[in-house]
């Protein structure tokens, strides 16, 4: 049972990358998924989340109209794909599941989320 978040890098401001969660051992629709960030010397933010189950999205203040939260099914995959990055969109994502469907900003609080990727490092340059 695994989550592999990837896909972070280094771009500049104004450039855009896509991030993958790929889970393995059990299947992503009986959930809810989140991508979450963590900054060095910041609290770990929600910033995206789709309902496994209806495909219901929500999105932080932060990143709403910059980001988009998808899910392929048939490869177990959700992916983040994050335009117009800013330098402060610089963090490790990491994506996380929760039993459960979750829709508005509930589905941001991360004590709802009981497995974890590893993280993957975005960094914007200005």
């Known amino acids: 049972v695994q989550l592999q978040a990837s896909g972070g890098g280094t771009v500049q401001s104004g450039g855009s990358l896509r991030l993958s969660c790929a889970a393995s051992?059990?299947?992503?629709?009986?959930?809810?998924i989140g991508w979450f960030r963590q900054a060095p010397g910041e609290e770990r933010e929600g910033v995206s989340c789709i309902n496994g189950r209806d495909g219901t999205t929500y999105y932080s203040d932060s990143v709403k109209g910059r980001h988009t939260i998808s899910g392929d099914s048939a490869k177990n995959t959700v992916y983040l794909q994050m335009n117009n990055l800013k330098p402060e969109d610089t963090a490790v994502y990491s994506c996380?599941?929760?039993?459960?469907?979750?829709?508005?900003?509930?589905?941001?609080?991360?004590?709802?989320?009981?497995?974890w990727g590893q993280g993957t490092q975005v960094t914007v340059s200005s």
């Open positions: 051992g059990f299947t992503l629709d009986i959930y809810t």
């Open positions: 996380a599941t929760a039993p459960g469907y979750y829709s508005g900003h509930y589905c941001l609080m991360g004590s709802l989320y009981d497995k």
